[in-house]
DNA sequence: TTATACTTTCAGAAATTTCTGAAAATTCAA
DNA sequence: TTGAATTTTCAGAAATTTCTGAAAGTATAA
């Protein structure tokens, strides 16, 4: 079995950006090769296309399952475990969104949201000041969050076309009031 | 020097955090720590209350500056360089946002990009079709993102407040159309 | 049940990243 | 200029992460 050029740069690609999205280098080219794939792919497929090692397949899959990214397909009278994308590229998408917010913002608004807790004497310290606004930032990026992500791709793309527009009108709306433009801003 | 306690744990779980977020430990600490101090610091303070080489910091300041996290201030008579951060809260985490985005998602919508350039023959390979969904993601969401991040933090929360009301009232005109309910998505 | 086809585990090897600290380079007051 | 104060550099050490492959575990066809 071989890849084509097209897809051996894509595998590559993701092999190398792979620890830039919170994962291994193979777990990257997995995720690359499966969603490319056709048909579905076993261990050994895997294993001979990347020339990585039978327990890495092994490791990686279970990466990949554990992020909700793939899902494994069997074939009656075939023992073998079959790995298949778990939707399309706008669902895989959501699901990296939501599972590295999970990895990188909340374990944060945890650790904050105990912080303030505690320093509820020396309200006016620079630190608490500094605290209590990442905690109203990591609560309202939260909430946001949470709910776009969970909108449907079709939505969700609806949404980002308005996006930018929406953040003109609001601009637009500030510029007309006095004592508020952009250059004042320090 | 000495740091309060409540600062060493947010230091601490920064410097845990910061491989998730792109840089090492010693980044993250640094970061966490100027942005709590009220005074600005220079490298030796900075090396003594992280009990880290006075090298390391000459690094981690260097990767600071690239980030634009923080700015070097100097005072007359005083050789010696003192860090501080570069903006609110909110300005900082506009900056990482704009950092990771170059880094985590420009590199991939150029290779993407070609990719589909020269896939135009196999329009209708699965792979070249999956390679244009990504394609047209990347694209939707670089746009939308550079919009968004480049508000005023003022405006940015306001328009983060609508967010999901927004969303909210796409998916109920959706609702309202036969033949498109959540329910039934694949 | 048994044999076999497969998956998982995990100790240690390999690769990669981070950190140290001494030497080199730079800066600036005198 | 000079030289003391400071920052930067970078080779190698240390720490961390990833990968291998053989052994153990599991599931299923017969």
Redesign the pocket.
Known sequence: MQMSAETETFVVHF?EM??RWG?????G?MLALIVLSEKPL???DI?QLL????????????ELQSWRLVKVH?E???????LVANGSIWDLAQQVMAERKKREVDPTLSVVRGLLMTMDDQPESHARQQIQEMNDLLELFSKWFDDVNNMQPEHLKALMKMGAGVGRVLEMTQRLTPGSKKQERP
């Open positions: 092999g792979a620890s994962f291994n280098r193979t777990v080219q076993n261990a050994d294993s020339a990585v090692s039978r327990g890495n397949v092994s490791m990686a899959a279970k069997r009656p009278g075939d023992r073998k475990d079959y």
